[in-house]
């Protein structure tokens, strides 16, 4: 246990639909990322929080996708309108400062059917 | 830009063997943080070892530890003893200034009983 959680863990729903997924980072760290991975590749970043601002958007993140982070603490990622393209393991980061140790939760699977 | 590069897409040894997983990066700054992350057949991304640039002493944990070479922008893993649970994707990482992770491919270790 890393101490970052996500939830839901898996999710499947049908195209067009939407889909929000949350994370819980480590209380005492001020900056969280989103990152995306499909089978066989390695995470491709999405977006990075420190405290509540959203500091960088990858162009990977299309107008569907929108994140927020709250108060700096728990963050939300939503999909809308997902697409079968969307369909992949969707991660959260964690870094702890200083120091930059980063711990991942164990991300939320995301199947488009 | 930076980058990372893993240059053995799969490896094999057997078990109680000795690995090391192969790892260069490109980049012109000077304090920067490296990684090695573990990710078995569960997705779970598991940080193994870290290391930061500016401490010439080569990190460990336990069973494995790193060979960083700064000038030669190196930063391989050794896994001492392997076991069959070392079975997994390896990913190396690079942390800039800008708190940007920058992945490689991944190796797949395969341990053999």
């Known amino acids: 246990d890393t101490g970052v959680s996500q939830d839901p863990r898996h999710k499947i729903t049908k195209r067009g639909q939407n889909v929000t997924f949350r994370c819980d980072p480590i209380?005492?760290?001020?900056?969280l990322y989103w990152y995306r991975q499909t089978l066989g590749q390695g995470p491709e970043f999405l977006t990075y929080?420190?405290?509540?601002?959203?500091?960088?958007k990858s162009r990977l993140l299309s107008d569907r996708f929108s994140a927020e982070r709250p108060k700096g603490s728990f963050s939300t990622l939503e999909i809308q309108r997902t697409e079968q393209g969307d369909s992949a393991m969707y991660l959260c980061?964690?870094?702890?400062?200083?120091?930059?140790?980063?711990?991942f939760g164990e991300g939320s699977w995301l199947t488009v059917v | 830009a930076q980058t990372v590069t893993q240059s053995q897409p799969e490896m094999s040894v057997q078990e109680a063997e000795t690995v090391t997983l192969s790892c260069t990066y490109d980049?012109?700054?000077?304090?920067?943080?490296l990684f090695w992350y573990k990710q078995p057949p569960s997705r779970q991304m598991i940080l193994v070892i870290r290391q930061e640039a500016y401490k010439q002493q080569n990190a460990t944990e336990n069973r494995f530890s790193v060979n960083f070479q700064k000038a030669a922008k190196s930063f391989s893993l050794k896994i001492s003893d392997s076991q069959l649970g070392d079975t997994a994707m390896y990913f190396c990482a690079f942390l800039d200034s800008n708190y940007q992770l920058i992945w490689g491919a991944g190796t797949k270790l395969i341990i053999k009983p």
């Open positions: 980049t012109s700054e000077s304090n920067y943080y």
């Open positions: 929080f420190q405290n509540e601002a959203q500091l960088e």
């Open positions: 980061a964690s870094p702890s400062t200083p120091g930059n140790t980063i711990y």
């Open positions: 209380s005492e760290h001020n900056r």
